[in-house]
């Protein structure tokens, strides 16, 4: 079936250091989308790309949509305590009814 | 707050006992899914809903497990017979589009002793 390569596992970073985290495929998807989960919470939606070389941005998080559809990678900038938790990118075939995770990095941020 | 509401939030029943969860999704969304997640995994696509119609089914939901979406808002999954493997979270997302973002509930976590 399906699967999406998430990398790095984990993170060990200081607090203002830059983050870059990506996802890859055997598979071509139509639209690639990052989720945030806190512990004990369901995930939460940070950037939603739906275009080939997409570039977006929210606050300090920027993710692309890679050329050939089957990467993508998140971008957190500047990073501070908050941004701990566990990021999982998610991809979608046609018609979005089954969104395939990836198994997550966890980023761990020292103040 | 109307974002998916999931009940309970937490579930311990003892092996052989059936569970059941409710998921009550955004106002007007068609869309319904459920996903299993276990410790240091992503969530894994179990089923997925249109309106009452449910479309797809994983082969992760073997036959002890059942969903249903009688009028096509809130639904419920039910977990027969319950094994320590079935112990895990249990996320409901729902969604009014084709593509994009699932919003997920807060999830139901099963312990299973």
């Known amino acids: 079936g399906q699967q999406l390569n998430q990398s790095p596992q984990s993170m060990f970073i200081q607090e203002g250091e830059d983050v870059s985290m990506n996802c890859t495929s055997s598979s071509i998807f139509n639209t690639w989308l990052w989720y945030k989960q806190d512990p004990g919470e369901g995930p939460v939606l940070l950037i939603a790309?739906?275009?080939?070389?997409e570039l977006t941005s929210n606050g300090r998080l920027t993710a692309q949509f890679g050329i050939t559809r089957k990467d993508s990678f998140l971008n957190i900038s500047a990073s501070i305590p908050s941004d701990v938790g566990i990021y999982f990118c998610?991809?979608?075939?046609?018609?979005?009814?089954?969104?395939?995770f990836g198994a997550g990095t966890r980023l761990f941020v020292k103040a | 707050d109307t974002g998916v509401s999931q009940d309970p939030r937490h579930k311990i029943t003892k092996r052989g006992q059936n569970v059941t969860f409710r998921c009550d999704p955004i106002s007007e969304h068609n869309r319904l899914y459920w996903y299993r997640q276990t410790l240091g995994q992503g969530p894994e696509f179990l089923t997925y809903?249109?309106?009452?119609?449910?479309?797809?089914k994983s082969r992760l939901l073997s036959d002890r497990f059942s969903a249903e979406r009688p009028k096509g808002s809130f639904s419920t999954l039910e977990i027969q017979r319950t094994e320590q493997g079935d112990s895990a979270m249990y996320l409901c997302a729902s969604t009014d589009r084709t593509a994009g973002e699932l919003f997920f509930g807060e999830g139901s976590r099963l312990t299973v002793l």
């Open positions: 998610a991809g979608q075939g046609t018609g979005g009814f089954k969104t395939i």
């Open positions: 809903f249109q309106n009452e119609a449910q479309l797809e």
């Open positions: 790309l739906y275009k080939a070389g």
